[in-house]
């Protein structure tokens, strides 16, 4: 499977501190998503990072690829109680199957 | 608005009782597909549609049909449910074209066999 994992599988941390998730997978890839889903509902895209790329920004969100350990991270700066939520990441065989990790549940504190 | 819409949201039923969950957008995207949810497991694609009359198996396809008669709807039938589908259904849209992957989510179906 060409299903990728996330690690750690959850993180608490305290509003304003950072967070960093990441994200391995087990085959080459075009490109990598990662989404947000808050408790119970659909998935909400938040940036995707091409293999071409090391590194992407938007906003509060950094992401990085690393294509020779075949991994990603997400960090989260300066985190709100509103990031409360689990991450994904997911990749594709360019043949448009998808393939989602297990998720990284994040816990923001107030 | 753009939007995925998925009825029911909640279900309960039992076991080999005839199901249709469905899904409709108003984004006139051509590629639409399902996944179920279950804890530990992530989202797992059940099928996918690239148009009207093409559909494809994803990794989870046993026990599932669907059709796309139209662009906008693509309903997710369970012939005979078993409780092992128990789970937390999702619909997902895209923009056609190999380029564009980001995926338009409805808000879930969350369905329970006993």
């Known amino acids: 499977s060409q299903q990728g994992e996330e690690d750690p599988q959850a993180l608490s941390i305290q509003e304003g501190e950072n967070a960093t998730m990441n994200c391995s997978y087990k085959?080459?890839?075009?490109?990598l998503q990662w989404y947000r889903q808050n408790s119970g509902r659909g998935l909400v895209h938040l940036i995707l990072i091409r293999s071409n790329e090391r590194e992407k920004h938007s906003g509060r969100l950094r992401v990085t690829l690393d294509t020779s350990k075949k991994s990603s991270s997400l960090l989260i700066t300066a985190s709100r109680a509103a990031d409360t939520a689990s991450y994904f990441c997911?990749?594709?065989?360019?043949?448009?199957?998808?393939?989602f990790g297990s998720g990284t549940k994040l816990n923001v504190k107030p | 608005e753009a939007q995925v819409t998925q009825n029911p949201r909640y279900l309960i039923t039992v076991t080999g009782k005839k199901l249709t969950v469905t899904c409709s957008q108003n984004m006139n995207h051509e590629y639409m597909s399902w996944y179920r949810q279950d804890p530990g497991l992530g989202l797992r694609q059940i099928y996918y549609s690239m148009n009207v009359e093409v559909t494809d198996k994803g990794d989870v396809p046993e026990g599932y049909k669907v059709s796309r008669k139209e662009k906008r709807n693509f309903p997710l039938i369970l012939e005979s449910p078993s409780p092992n589908q128990t789970s937390l259904y999702f619909c997902?849209?895209?923009?056609?074209?190999?380029?564009?992957?980001?995926?338009?989510f409805g808000p879930g179906t969350r369905l329970t066999v006993t």
């Open positions: 997902a849209t895209r923009w056609p074209g190999q380029g564009i992957k980001e995926q338009y």
């Open positions: 085959t080459s890839i075009n490109n």
């Open positions: 997911a990749t594709d065989d360019n043949f448009n199957k998808f393939y």
